[in-house]
């Protein structure tokens, strides 16, 4: 029968059956499980919804002025106004490895300007997603070319979580290294050494060179030594983080001390470089992976690789961070204001750290707190143990994450006293 003979009320019947299987048919992603919110994200909503006056956000890991807002360094001002009131400039697309004035001062600043490995053209790079991308094309290159197959990536413990969840996503196996001393509220650089020594020859250590996080516990020179002995004699791979550079110590130089150093010896090493913190431009992802090979052959190959892969996840990389960042640290007289607005954002962390150790000692909080003025950079790994801090979220409406580390820029000359005091009532009681 064709359906111009169907009768109506059939018709009408067939059609409601085909709309009630399509509405109840299962969808192909049905067994899709619902991922966990990011702690820091979540953490900055339920501050943001959180109507209480007093409330203190030490979660977020961006800096913030003595009034709590966040802060455009007025260098980065000075070459917001020269770009836009640049008539050369347009919106074409970057290189595939990205802007090279971009690149190569982002390489220069790490290593400094009379390194060895720049010279002799061994030093390869490409501009990323800030220092998020920087580690991802890293550990992508390396899942696919790194020649001891199933060479395990290791963490400190503590790191930032999304050390971890980046190299497993390409595939790489994570182990974990000794880094924070419960005991001390320091380094444990005899666990550290201990595992890299028994690490199978040629493993890949993740490194932070300055402002570890969460700990704000950093090696001595001395201790990067011995550091970079044992990694050279077990042949690993050494995979430098640098997120803060002059903005732990506000020494740019200081700071980069460990690359340097690393490079110095002949390592053949990655380092993931952010301009997030020290630019203050969390938003516009300008991220730079500088290569260090061991000849300009093989990092030309590299680089080629970086590319290729680049090239099917982004494309190319957005360009305006990069230009700002490249403004000024090309230019003479921006980069020494930069200098001393990165000097200014230092200086007001090292400033609340004492602060902070103060009102605690004058207080008599029980227990030890030279690790709040010892540790360095955006981030202070209190101690405190997570029931603790249930405390200090559901009583005093401080939010920090769970692990006791506190953002060091959320911090002010208000709110110090108000935070210490909570601290020192979960301290005495619970």
């Known amino acids: 029968m064709s359906s111009t003979s169907t009768p109506p009320a059939l018709r009408l019947q067939q059609i409601s059956n085909h709309i009630a299987n399509r509405t109840t048919k299962a969808s192909v992603f049905e067994a899709v499980s619902a991922a966990p919110a990011d702690v820091i994200f979540a953490l900055t909503s339920a501050y943001k919804a959180d109507p209480f006056p007093q409330k203190v956000n030490l979660g977020v890991g961006a800096y913030r002025t003595e009034e709590g807002k966040p802060w455009v360094l007025p260098v980065v001002k000075k070459a917001d106004h020269i770009l836009v009131n640049d008539n050369n400039l347009d919106h074409e697309y970057l290189p595939i490895l990205g802007?090279?004035?971009?690149?190569?001062a982002s390489?220069?600043?790490?290593?400094g300007a009379d390194s060895k490995a720049l010279a002799e053209g061994r030093v390869g790079s490409a501009q990323c997603i800030s220092g998020t991308g920087a580690v991802y094309t890293g550990a992508h290159f390396l899942a696919k070319h790194y020649p001891i197959?199933?060479?395990?990536?290791?963490?400190?413990?503590?790191?930032?979580?999304?050390?971890?969840?980046?190299?497993e996503g390409v595939g790489i196996p994570v182990l974990e290294y000794p880094y924070w001393d419960g005991?001390?509220?320091?380094?444990?650089?005899k666990g550290m050494l201990g595992v890299m020594q028994a690490a199978p020859?040629?493993?890949?250590?993740l490194l932070h060179p300055c402002a570890h996080n969460p700990t704000g516990v950093d090696p001595t020179p001395e201790q990067w030594k011995q550091i970079a002995d044992v990694m050279e004699a077990k042949g690993h791979f050494t995979f430098f983080d640098c997120a803060y550079q002059g903005f732990a110590s506000?020494?740019?130089?200081?700071?980069?001390?460990?690359?340097r150093y690393f490079v110095e010896r002949g390592f053949e090493l990655f380092i993931a470089q952010s301009f997030s913190k020290n630019f203050g431009l969390y938003s516009e992802r300008a991220g730079n992976l500088t290569v260090v090979a061991k000849t300009p052959e093989v990092k030309n190959r590299i680089e080629s690789q970086i590319a290729k892969a680049q090239r099917a996840v982004i494309s190319n990389p957005p360009a305006y961070g990069s230009r700002v960042v490249s403004l000024v640290l090309n230019d003479e007289k921006l980069y020494e204001e930069w200098t001393?607005?990165?000097?200014s954002m230092a200086d007001r962390i090292i400033d609340m750290r004492k602060a902070l150790y103060d009102e605690l000692i004058r207080l008599g909080t029980p227990g030890k707190w030279n690790h709040i003025v010892d540790q360095i950079g955006m981030f202070s790994f209190t101690g405190l143990s997570t029931p603790q801090v249930k405390v200090l979220k559901e009583k005093y409406h401080v939010y920090l994450t769970d692990n006791g580390r506190i953002s060091m820029a959320g911090l002010n000359s208000?709110?110090?006293?108000?935070f210490a005091q909570a601290v020192d009532d979960v301290v005495r009681n619970h």
């Open 250 to 259: 506000g020494n740019l130089d200081k700071d980069a001390f460990s690359v």
């Open 183 to 189: 005991a001390t509220k320091g380094l444990d650089l």
């Open 201 to 205: 020859n040629g493993s890949i250590f």
């Open 414 to 418: 208000k709110n110090v006293k108000y």
């Open 107 to 111: 390489s220069k600043l790490i290593l």
């Open 340 to 343: 001393k607005n990165l000097s």
């Open 99 to 104: 802007s090279e004035a971009f690149r190569k």
């Open 149 to 167: 197959k199933g060479a395990a990536c290791y963490i400190s413990k503590p790191t930032w979580a999304n050390h971890r969840a980046i190299f």
